[in-house]
C-alpha cells in the first residue's frame, strides 16, 4: 500500500521529514512531504491522488487536514485519507478520538481500517469541503484574533483568550435560514454547521453529532440578553447546551442562508467566505482511517 504522508513543517513547534519518517515506519511503502505555506498540503495531496497512492495522511492541525481534504475532493473513490494530530487545536483528531502523541497515532494508524464517513459541502461564490465544523458570526470573529504566535505561547488557551478578546464587538445578524425544507428568520450572533463535535481547542459544540450518520448538526445562536447569554455560555462549554431553549438545534440534509449584514464563516477553523451560503451533507464519500 502507497502512504503518502503530507507534514505541516511548522507544526509540533517545526517537525523535520526525518523524525516522521522514522516515526511512519509502520506504514511500509512511504512518501514524506512538506507543507511550506498555505496551499502546499492541498496541492501535495492533489498530486498525491494522481501519483497513485493509497492512502494519504495529513501530519497538522485542523487547517491541514482542511487542506489535504480539499485536495483528495477528486479521489475520494480512490484514496483512503488519514490523521496524525499535530498541531494547536486537533479538533477533528479530538472528535476521532485519535491519540495525541504522533508515535502512538502511528501505530493507530497502521492498525486501523477506513471507515465510509461524511464530508459537508458549502458553497458560495467558492466552495470547500468540510470535515469537521464550519461555524459564521461569533466564530469567525475569534479566529481573526488568533495568530500562529499566539496558538504557540498559549496553546489550545488561544482560542478562549481570543474569544474574551471578540466579546466587545459581538453583533447580531438578521438571518434568513431554511434548513431541509424549514424555513426561519431570527436574529443571530452565531450559526454552527457541525459534521463533528468539537471546536475551538476542545469545545463540545455538538456533542450528539456523528460522522457517518448522513447528517449535519445546526446551531443558531440567537440575539439573547446578556444575562440569558451568561447562562448559555457554561452550558456550551461542558457539552450540556443542545436542549436549551436558548438556541436552536436542528439536524440537516442541507441548509441555505442569508443574512444582513453579510456574516462571515470558517471551515474547519479556517476563514472561508460570507453569506449567502449554501450547506450540503454528501454521505459517506471519504474513506477516514477512524474509530467506529
Known sequence: MKTVVIVNSNAGGGTSR?????????????????????????????EAVEEGADRVFAAGGDGTVNEVLNGLADGFDRVEMGILPMGTGNDLARCLG?????LDAVTFACDQPSLPTDVVHVHGETSRFVLNVSAGGFGPMVGEKLTSESKTFWGPLAYMKS????????????????ADEEPMEASLLNVVVANGTHVAGGIPIAPSAKLDDGYFDVLLFPDVALPDLAVLVPMVLA???????????RRCRSLRIESDPQMMFN???EIFGGTPLAFDILPRVLRLVRRP
Open 18 to 46: 526525518e523524525e516522521v519518517e522514522a516515526a511512519c515506519a509502520c506504514m511500509g511503502d512511504l512518501s514524506v512531504v512538506m507543507s511550506e505555506a498555505p496551499g502546499d498540503a492541498e496541492r501535495l495531496a492533489r
Open 98 to 102: 485519535l491519540p495525541p502523541q504522533l
Open 163 to 178: 474569544a474574551v478578546e471578540s466579546l466587545a464587538e459581538i453583533e447580531a445578524f438578521r438571518c434568513r435560514v431554511v
Open 239 to 249: 457539552g450540556v447546551h443542545e436542549e436549551s431553549e436558548r438556541l436552536i438545534r
Open 267 to 269: 471551515v474547519d477553523g
